[in-house]
């Protein structure tokens, strides 16, 4: 459960959307930011659920294996 990280993190809140997204295999998502209008007033946050120990993921500076 999420939820009680979220809230420390941000405060209360709802989760409105959720996406979840099937990559084809050897595919990568190049690096990029977010950004819009309603950034402002959401937080987006990627989680990789299932993954190959070949896979890093990134974000910012932080990289995980």
Do not use: Q, W
């Amino acid at each position: 459960d999420l939820k009680p990280m979220y809230k420390e993190l941000y405060g209360e809140g709802e989760c409105i959307r959720v996406l979840l997204v099937k990559l084809k295999k050897h595919s990568s998502i190049y690096p990029h930011e977010d950004y819009g209008d309603s950034l402002v007033t959401c937080r987006r946050t990627h989680i990789a659920v299932i993954t190959n120990p070949l896979v890093t993921f990134i974000v910012g500076e932080r990289k995980r294996t």
